[in-house]
């Protein structure tokens, strides 16, 4: 059976931790869900909602106010990627269950970023949001968690249980590598070599002179085993780990970042402010469209007794007409006629002529106004369907709002509590912002003209959206103005 890769790296958040700041958890919170690199997520007694998520979070971090309290829980997996998407988040789904019991609160955020770095970052607390109680007990020493009968390193059994859910899942799907998540020397093998990297202390060149080094031992030593192969691919998830650390180090340290971070929650923002328009607008042409189906539906009704007045006249005059009318259906009177011209007619003959005229005329108006009436019965169907259509969509958009709300911000929180705490949000993000930083990160490529455009606009720095536009105008200039070459 093959070897599988993959790589459990567990730490913590604590008070009591030197480098732990206020707000370094929900910081944490909003690097793992940012949209940019987080592909899905499974959560259990947490939200799957992005913003409600990390609301739960700085809500927690600042009830929490214990000095040398321990907050959560920082794991990053490391998957293999040979397995598939539902592979990947059936094994997740197994650890996560295991870890909280039900009881504690947990999310993991599957990055798929980088194709050949599958991994997932998982923040759990391990507190039962029943009655308080620690859960796993990761917290605890490894004497007290040997006493209670449990693995006493937190992190190994972290891995164990990793290990046993995800080839339970790999055996489900019919894989043919398994996860062997002992260390190299518990394997029997050597020690793996430590990463190479410059430091202050070293100048350039023995910096280069320790990396040749170190890949020309490699390659004396290379060999196609699959043992190499995973040492190879281990090696990877290593480097890739640390730069994902060094990027979450700084994640909060670029204006760049803070600016897309701003923008998200305007876009909901945004987003939400459209949905009310939509919720006005539709309350609007409801009301109209009621107000117009009440009219057509009186003018239907003045037409439709116009129409029965109508019928009535028909059955008068038909009547009438029948008394000119002999036994066997014949008009009454004569006339006389020669050679095709008319001589005269008798005086009953005029009668009966007259009356038959008069049927014909009733009879074309009552057909008149039945059409009419069957013209403003349309009119008058067509505007109320699109009167309830309206009230359809206001009530959706209205119920779309209050689901949102709901879910992102609680019960008890109404739309005016929504709409402050996203313009707080947007505010937070660009607190102490410079908009000449962001003039700077648009020049350097950092972000776009229109996040740059959005970004100052939301700082009140109009003047330098000026200089965005005229910058990218120039660009575009250059660019239409540039040689195209033809390379051999």
């Known amino acids: 059976m093959d ?4 790589r459990l790296e567990h730490s913590s958040f604590g008070k009591s931790d030197q480098r732990y700041q206020p ?40 009830s929490v106010t214990r000095k040398n309290a ?9 998957l293999d990627n040979r397995m598939d998407a539902e592979a990947m988040d059936d094994a997740l789904r197994a650890f996560a269950i295991t870890l909280t019991k039900g009881a504690a609160r947990i ?24 009655d308080g109680s620690r859960v796993q007990r990761l917290s605890d020493s490894p004497r007290d968690r040997a006493k209670a009968g449990l693995e006493p ?5 972290l891995r164990d249980t990793w290990e046993k859910e995800c080839n339970s899942v790999l ?72 730069e994902d650390a060094a990027i979450e180090r700084e994640f909060y340290e670029t204006t760049a970042q803070r600016v897309e971070d701003a923008l998200e929650y305007h876009a909901e923002y945004q987003r939400l402010k459209a949905i009310q328009a939509n919720i006005a607008h539709y309350k609007a042409v409801a009301e109209t469209a009621r107000a117009d189906a009440g009219q057509l539906r009186k003018h239907a009704t003045a037409v439709q007794l116009e129409a029965i007045e109508a019928e009535k006249s028909v059955y008068y005059a038909s009547e009438a007409f029948d008394q000119h009318k002999t036994s066997s259906g014949r008009l009454k009177g004569f006339e006389l006629s020669l050679f095709g011209y008319e ?18 005329a009733r009879q074309y108006d009552y057909e008149v106004k039945l059409k009419d009436y069957r013209d403003a019965e349309d009119r008058h169907t067509i505007r109320e369907n699109e009167a309830r259509e309206a009230e359809i969509k206001h009530e959706f958009n209205a119920r779309e709002v209050l689901t949102y709300i709901e879910q992102t911000y609680g019960k008890d929180k109404t739309l005016h509590d929504a709409e402050y705490l996203h313009v707080r949000s947007v505010s937070k993000a660009l607190e102490g912002v410079d908009p000449q930083e962001v003039f700077a990160e648009y020049e350097i490529g950092a972000i776009t003209r229109e996040q740059a455009v ?9 003047y330098l959206i000026d200089r965005v536009e005229e910058r990218h105008r120039v660009e575009l200039e250059q660019w239409e103005t540039m040689e195209p070459q033809i390379g051999l």
């Open 3 to 6: 070897h599988g890769f993959s």
């Open 23 to 62: 707000g370094m958890l929900a910081k944490h919170a909003v690097y793992i869900s940012r949209l940019s690199a987080s592909d899905r997520c499974i959560a259990i007694n947490f939200s799957t909602n992005t913003h409600k998520f990390r609301r739960e979070v700085a809500e927690y971090e600042e």
């Open 70 to 78: 321990r907050l959560a829980d920082k794991i990053v997996i490391n």
């Open 107 to 130: 999310r993991i955020d599957v990055h798929l970023n980088d194709p050949n770095n599958p991994h997932a970052h998982v923040l759990f607390i391990d507190k039962s949001v029943y």
């Open 153 to 157: 390193n937190g992190t190994q059994w």
């Open 171 to 242: 055996d489900a799907h019919g894989y043919d590598f398994r996860l062997d998540m002992r260390s190299r020397l518990d394997r029997g093998l050597d020690k793996a070599k430590e990463h190479v990297e410059w430091r202050a202390s070293q100048s350039p060149e023995e910096t280069i002179e320790a990396v040749e080094e170190t890949a020309t031992v490699a390659q004396e030593r290379f060999v196609s085993t699959l043992e190499e192969q995973y040492l190879a691919k281990l090696s990877a998830y290593e480097q890739a780990h640390l």
């Open 343 to 360: 001589i005269m007619k008798s005086p009953a003959r005029h009668r009966a002529l007259g009356a038959q005229q008069q049927l014909a």
């Open 454 to 462: 959005e970004a100052l606009a939301l700082l009140g720095a109009t």
